[in-house]
């Protein structure tokens, strides 16, 4: 089975053939070199450093950063992606940054090339096996639709409020017509005009020119950039040809439509790199309760299911090998509770431990603040 991106290193990207810029360079000047608002251009210094990577998904749909910023001022830093790295692990990194196009670093630290999530898939695909196994979580989600008429600034809300990155357009019937996705507009928030162009009229002849009229783009007809060849397969398509046409297309997705052209579901790249990081195995981490404060069975359960959650999530950024949390309850002289006393510990794969410590009347926000602390740590340790 394949497990590591050396079990497919023939997918990788050679360094000649990424696209690359210059920390100076402008949004508009680095994004002219993407097809995909998920695609990454790799960032060097004038010392032939790698500095990370630019991304439209973040920079322009996440933060709204204006067509002029410089791209030293949202750089992403990549995530370290060796040939060992799981592939399950390299399809979360991906997920997680937005970028389907990661660097491939050496131990030494250099890069070696990048890899792309649609090299994943068809280096998947040549092995029955382990394309099958990583198929078994795939399922079409709900298309997000919008009528044929409607307007590119209806669409970037869409895009925007529902969290995707492509509109299916339907006509009044609700067949499918065309899709649209966040690369196709992105160049109007690039550089947005002052002037309109005059666009082609659906028979091919151009319309009259708008002059010097002002009329923004964005209330322009989103049929106007929307793509009609469009990847489509019937809805009773065996999942495993659904994914291999994908993926032997120069798309970024396929369209399931019923007996009646009607969209029912859609398959992305980002579906599959959700289904691929799903193969995550699980890891259990031992979680320790010091019940100095003699509390029942009851209450150390829900601690301990707690600390487990949280010791899972914690675990995708800093791995670690186990959990403690000491509790101690000071009385007064009569025997009766006062506060609560709480001591967690976290302790990283590297030797490294966050420590957090409290006092509350109450056990629960208790533990909701030693969590916090940790989680607080974590984060600084990570961005540092």
């Known amino acids: 089975m394949l497990q590591t991106l050396s079990d497919i290193q ?17 949004l508009d000047a680095a994004f002219g070199k993407t097809r995909s608002s998920h695609d990454a251009v790799f960032v060097w210094g004038s010392d032939k450093n790698f500095l990370g990577l630019a991304s439209a998904s973040y920079a322009l749909f996440r933060k709204h950063y204006p067509f002029g910023t410089k791209v030293r001022s949202c750089l992403i830093h990549s995530p370290r992606v060796t040939l060992s790295t799981p592939l399950w692990e390299i399809a979360e990194c991906m ?9 491939v670093f050496h131990s030494s630290g250099s890069v070696i090339g990048a890899i792309s999530a649609k090299n994943i898939w068809q280096g ?9 196994d990583s198929i078994r979580n795939v399922k079409a989600t709900k298309p997000v639709s919008a009528p044929m008429n409607c307007s590119v600034k209806d669409i970037l809300e869409l895009l925007r409020q529902e969290k995707t990155s492509r509109i299916v357009l339907v006509n009044e019937a609700g067949k499918l017509e065309a899709i649209i996705a966040r690369r196709d507009v992105q160049q109007l928030m690039i550089k947005p005009a002052k002037r309109q162009s005059a666009m082609p009229s659906p028979g091919g002849a151009r319309a009259n020119a708008f002059g010097t009229e002002t009329k923004s783009r964005l209330d322009t007809s989103a049929k106007t950039y929307a793509k009609r060849n469009i990847l489509v397969v019937p809805e009773h398509t065996p999942l495993a040809e659904q994914v291999r046409t994908l993926l ?3 798309k970024t997705s396929i369209v399931v439509v019923d007996g ?10 980002r579906t599959l790199l959700q289904s691929l990081a799903l193969a995550k195995p699980e890891v259990e981490i031992p979680v320790i309760v010091r019940n100095d404060a003699k509390l029942p069975s009851a209450d150390i359960d829900y601690i301990t299911s707690l600390l487990a959650t949280f010791a899972k999530k914690l675990y995708k950024h800093s791995p670690l090998q186990r959990v403690e949390v000491s509790i101690k309850e000071s009385k007064n002289p009569a025997g009766r509770p006062i506060v609560f006393e709480l001591v967690l510990q976290v302790l990283l794969a590297s030797g490294a431990r966050f420590v957090a410590k409290t006092q509350n009347y109450k056990l629960k926000p208790a533990l909701q603040e030693v969590i916090l602390e940790v989680k607080q740590q974590e984060a600084k340790k990570h961005h540092s």
């Open 124 to 132: 998947l695909a040549k092995d029955p096996g382990s394309f099958l």
């Open 10 to 26: 023939s997918a990788l990207i050679p360094q000649e053939k990424i696209s690359r810029c210059a920390p100076d360079d402008t």
């Open 248 to 250: 032997s297309s120069g």
């Open 95 to 103: 997920v997680s940054t937005g970028c389907y196009t990661l660097p």
């Open 260 to 269: 009646k052209d009607r969209p029912v579901g859609i398959i992305s790249m």
